[in-house]
C-alpha cells in the first residue's frame, strides 16, 4: 500500500507545477499592470513604480514565478486588484457558502442517483429504464442557470416555498439554512445525479451479467441480496470516481448558480472577478481548484485501492 501510494503522490507534484505555470503566465503575458489597477486611475505614476517594486512586477518571469509561488506556499495569495484585501481573506470568508451549497448538493445527487440508477439496472430495457435515461439525458443538456431559473419560477415566485437568492448561515438556524441553499442545490444536484445515474447503472448492470451473479442466482438469492451484497460492492470503483469528480463539479458549477441566487460564495467572487479582471483572486481560485482536485482524487484512488482486494496483494506477492 505504501508504495502504491507513494507513487500516486509522485505523480500529483508535475501536474500541480504545470497547474500552476499555466496560471501564472495567464497572469502575467495578458495585457494590463496590477499595480495600476491595485492604486486605481488616479495614483500617481512614482506610486505606481512603487508598488511594481513591491509586487515583485520588476524582476524577470522566473524570478516572479518563485517568488509568486513561495508566497502561495506560506498562504499569502496577493492582494486583490479589485478592492485591495488579501485574496485569502476574500476566499475564507466565501468558502462557507460555497462548501455547504457543494456538500448538500452531492448528498442530495446521491440519494436520487443511488435508487433510480439501481432500478434502471435491474430493469434493463423497461420502460423504468428507458425513463431514466431519459432522466439523464435532461439532467446532462439542461444548463445549471436555466434550471436554476426555472426552479426560482416555480418554487419562489409561484409557491413562495423558498427564498429566491440569498444566504442564512447555519448560526442562523440550521432550517433557514437549509432552505436558502435548497433551490441551488437542486439547481446542482440534478446535473451531478444524472452523471451518477448513469454510471451506477452501466456499472451495476454489466456487474450483473457476469458468471458468479448466474451462479447465485441460480442457487435462488434474491434479487437484493444479488444487487446490493453481490454487485454493488464490485461497482464502487467508477462510482467513486464520480463522486469525487462530482464534488469538484459543484465547486465549479457554483460560479453560475451563486450568481443566478445571490449566494455569497466562491462561484460569485469567481464570476465578479473574471468580470473586473482581477487577476489574483482568479490565479488562486483555479491553483487551490487544483489542489483540491488532485488531494480528492488521491482520497478516491485510496478508497479505490482498499475496496478492491485485486489492488491489494498478499505481502510478498509481486504486483
Same mark, same amino acid.
Given at each position: ?11 500529483? /507534484?508535475?501536474?500541480?507545477?504545470? %497547474?500552476?505555470?499555466?496560471? #501564472?503566465?495567464? =497572469? ?7 499595480? @495600476? ?18 509586487? =515583485? ?22 492582494? &486583490? ?15 462557507? !457558502? ?15 442517483? #443511488? ?6 439496472? *435491474? ?19 439542461? !444548463? ?13 415566485? +409561484?409557491?413562495?416555498? /423558498? !427564498? ?17 441553499? $435548497?433551490?441551488? +442545490? ?15 447503472? $452501466? ?11 448466474? /451462479? ?11 444487487? #446490493? ?11 467513486? &470516481? ?12 457554483? @460560479?453560475?448558480?451563486? $450568481?443566478? /441566487?445571490?449566494?455569497? +460564495? ?5 464570476? $465578479? ?12 481560485? %483555479?491553483? *487551490? ?15 479505490? #485501492? ?8 498478499? !505481502? =510478498?506477492?509481486?504486483?
Amino acid at each position: 500500500m505504501g508504495r502504491y501510494l507513494g507513487r500516486r503522490l509522485l505523480a500529483v /507534484f508535475p501536474v500541480l507545477i504545470l %497547474v500552476s505555470l499555466a496560471v #501564472f503566465c495567464l =497572469g502575467a503575458l495578458l495585457p494590463g499592470d496590477s499595480a @495600476a489597477a491595485l492604486l486605481g486611475p488616479d495614483a500617481a505614476p512614482e506610486d505606481i513604480l512603487l508598488q511594481r517594486r513591491r509586487m =515583485g512586477l520588476d524582476l524577470g518571469l522566473a524570478r516572479r514565478y518563485l517568488r509568486w509561488i513561495a508566497a502561495f506556499l506560506r498562504g499569502d495569495l496577493g492582494l &486583490s486588484t479589485g478592492n485591495g484585501l488579501p485574496v485569502a481573506a476574500l476566499l475564507a470568508g466565501r468558502a462557507a !457558502p460555497t462548501f455547504s451549497l457543494a456538500l448538500f448538493s452531492l448528498i442530495l445527487g446521491i440519494l436520487i442517483a #443511488f435508487p433510480l440508477g439501481t432500478a434502471a439496472a *435491474l430493469r434493463k430495457g423497461s420502460p423504468a429504464d428507458l425513463a431514466c435515461s431519459l432522466a439523464v439525458l435532461g439532467g446532462v443538456s439542461v !444548463p445549471g442557470f436555466l434550471l436554476g431559473l426555472f426552479l426560482i419560477l416555480v418554487f419562489a415566485v +409561484g409557491l413562495r416555498w /423558498f !427564498p429566491a437568492a440569498g444566504y442564512v448561515p447555519p448560526a442562523a438556524g440550521f432550517l433557514a439554512h437549509l432552505r436558502s441553499i $435548497s433551490l441551488p +442545490g437542486i439547481a446542482l444536484a440534478l446535473m451531478y445525479a444524472a452523471l451518477l445515474m448513469r454510471v451506477i447503472r $452501466s456499472s451495476l448492470a454489466e456487474t450483473l451479467e457476469r458468471d458468479y451473479i448466474r /451462479f447465485a442466482k441460480s442457487k435462488g438469492a434474491g434479487e437484493i441480496i444479488l444487487s #446490493f451484497r453481490h454487485a454493488l460492492p464490485n461497482t464502487l470503483a467508477p462510482v467513486l &470516481s464520480v463522486l469525487g469528480q462530482g464534488f469538484i463539479g459543484a465547486l465549479s458549477g457554483a @460560479a453560475v448558480v451563486e $450568481s443566478v /441566487f445571490g449566494i455569497p +460564495g466562491i462561484g460569485a467572487l469567481t464570476a $465578479s472577478s473574471i468580470a473586473r479582471r482581477d487577476l489574483p483572486v482568479i490565479q488562486a481560485v %483555479v491553483l *487551490l481548484c487544483a489542489l483540491l482536485n488532485q488531494g480528492l482524487n488521491l482520497l478516491i484512488d485510496f478508497l479505490i #485501492f482498499l475496496s478492491d482486494p485485486r489492488l491489494n496483494p498478499e !505481502p =510478498g506477492e509481486r504486483r
